[in-house]
């Protein structure tokens, strides 16, 4: 189901880049029903030389992300409680950012040992949680009938993050404000079409809000692949997922990467994406029962 009509980015779910491709090949292109479908080629070529791409990678999103030691100014007394309390937690997010910064570094290691060129790059340093009020306001929009009816209050989850508060909220974002926002989704259009005229994939964390929130205001295409399992060294998952941290897996739990590709280019980026599966072999792992 929709949630944001213009960033929902919808796509196959398959064992391997090439049957990602194959799925691809079926649904790409205008069908007559929907009309934001543009009429672009999806050229598929198992044998494209994916040498010849010039593969870019976010160098500080692969550092390990220190969260700040003191609270910000601006907490209300109520707030700043909250803050100290959560002080264990920020501690035990930050280990398990570090532990899983070592798979992303493996991979650069990786695509280095497969003769990729590696180039240093930076994603555009835009008010980003500003922008994303649009997701809001569009998810809003697309269950509407949800909140006018009341039914909203059936969900379960209703903290002041979760989505029927959200929905909620969203009701009353000033006009001017939305529009704002549009203004700087385009600046971001702009900066994302600059970022990819050099380069044709940059390499990314999947963990990464900065390149997630990008994608959605920009519509590039990503593939996200496994790339290993976590040891039994992993620190454990917290005992409760509140949803503010997607990079809680413990001991024995799947580890992803993701590459970004060009507008309308995806089977490059597929190319690409293989390659690296070829490489590593992440994709041929299954559990036991399903030998």
Known sequence: MALAWTMDKIGPICRSAEDCALVMQAIYGPDGVDLTVHPAPFLWDARADWKRLKIGYAKSLFEVQSLPDNPPDYLT???????????????????R??????YDQAALDALRKMGVELHEIELPDLPLDAIALLLNAEAAAAFADLTLSGRDQLLKEQGPDDWPNVFR???????????????ARALAMRRMAELFADVNVIVVPSN?????????????????????????????????????????????????????????????????ASAYQQETGFHRFHPPEFE
């Open 77 to 95: 007394t109520d707030e700043l409680k909250e803050w100290e309390s959560k002080k264990d937690d920020r501690a035990a997010a930050e280990a």
């Open 97 to 102: 950012s570090a532990y899983d910064r070592t």
């Open 169 to 183: 909220a969203a009701r009353f974002y000033p006009a001017v404000e939305y529009i704002q926002a549009n203004r």
């Open 208 to 272: 990464s809000d900065s390149q997630l929130i990008l994608t959605n205001l920009a519509g590039h295409p990503a593939v996200i692949m496994p790339n290993g399992f976590r040891g039994e060294d992993a620190p454990k998952s917290p005992p409760v997922d509140t949803g503010e941290d997607d990079r809680i897996g413990g001991p024995g739990t799947p580890d992803s990467l993701t590459f970004l590709g060009r507008l309308y280019n995806d089977s490059a980026l597929l190319a690409f």
